[in-house]
């Protein structure tokens, strides 16, 4: 039987937003227009080479109910929590920080000159697994698995690839895809994925064509159902970020950084947070 491609079936524009300390940056899920794709709740691009705009990075703020990705393409990110948690977040590093019930914890840049570029990415987490107790993943780039194909390479920060290659994160009940893709000029990608997984292109630099339709910088395309994708780099190539995951088909009821499944649940993360539970 044939393979389906995916079609993208919706695009997205990235609109400036501001978080932490007036961090300035590109909320391309988690907006009105877009308020989220199961079980993707935010996607956040950050970048800037102007120390000002990202110098009082993301000071104590609690969480409970989801998962966030945060993944450093330049700069470095040191992170600390409530729990006496703490790491350092460089160029290429991953880390998969599961909320669970609940901590209060930062990010805070390194260094006052220079560039600092990445994402984060917001996951829910079923039901059943809201009060986790919290957990980390991190992952220093070199452990991070490099494919490379002629006129693409790939990195693997979670899922499978074609020729077999896992990324090192493991564990996450939506069973994600998390790969970030570099064309060459009209380098191909075909890659599977699961049939029942969400999933989307989000393109930060050049521009890639997937079907009759062409992301180009700061969009996002929504990917229709199908056995996989196939994408093309544009004139001067692309850098994409692929990322798929399982629905949950469940409520979501969100309020700032608490996300649950009912009103009650919402209203008992606040007044654990407020009365020092977390």
């Known amino acids: 039987m044939a393979q389906v491609n995916r079609p993208i079936i919706r695009t997205v524009r990235g609109q400036p937003a501001s978080d932490g300390a007036g ?42 109910g989801f998962e966030t990705v945060t993944y450093m393409l330049e700069g470095r990110m040191r992170h600390h929590d409530n729990k006496g948690n703490s790491g350092d977040l460089g ?13 209060i914890h930062s990010e805070m840049p390194l ?22 107790p919290p957990r980390y993943q991190d992952i220093a780039p070199e452990a991070v698995p490099v494919v490379t194909r002629p006129g693409l390479t790939m990195k693997i920060l979670t899922g499978t690839s074609t020729e077999g290659v896992s990324g090192p994160v493991a564990g996450i009940a939506t069973q994600p895809v998390y790969f970030d893709v570099e ?13 029942g997984h969400n999933a989307f292109f989000y393109c930060y630099e050049g521009d890639i064509r997937v ?20 994408g093309e780099g544009g004139d001067h190539g692309a850098r994409v970020l692929l990322v798929a995951g399982r629905p949950l088909h469940e409520p979501i009821e969100r ?13 008992q993360a606040f007044a654990d947070f407020h009365a020092g539970r977390f």
């Open 91 to 103: 160029p290429g590093s991953v880390q998969w920080m599961t909320a669970g019930s609940g901590l």
């Open 23 to 64: 961090v300035k940056m590109l909320r391309i899920i988690g907006t009105q227009a877009f308020p989220d794709l199961d079980p993707f709740l935010m996607l956040d691009e950050f970048g800037s080479d102007d120390p000002d705009a990202y110098i009082g990075g993301f000071p104590d703020h609690p969480h409970r």
């Open 183 to 195: 064309l060459e000029a009209h380098g191909l990608l075909v890659e599977p994925l699961p049939r």
């Open 255 to 267: 309020h700032g950084p608490f996300v649950m499944n009912t009103r009650e649940e919402i209203r």
């Open 211 to 230: 079907g009759s339709t062409t992301l180009r910088r700061g969009e996002l395309g929504v990917l229709g159902a199908g056995d996989r994708v196939v």
């Open 111 to 132: 260094q006052q000159h220079g560039m600092m570029r990445g994402f984060q990415l917001w996951v829910n987490l079923p039901a059943r697994e809201k009060m986790t």
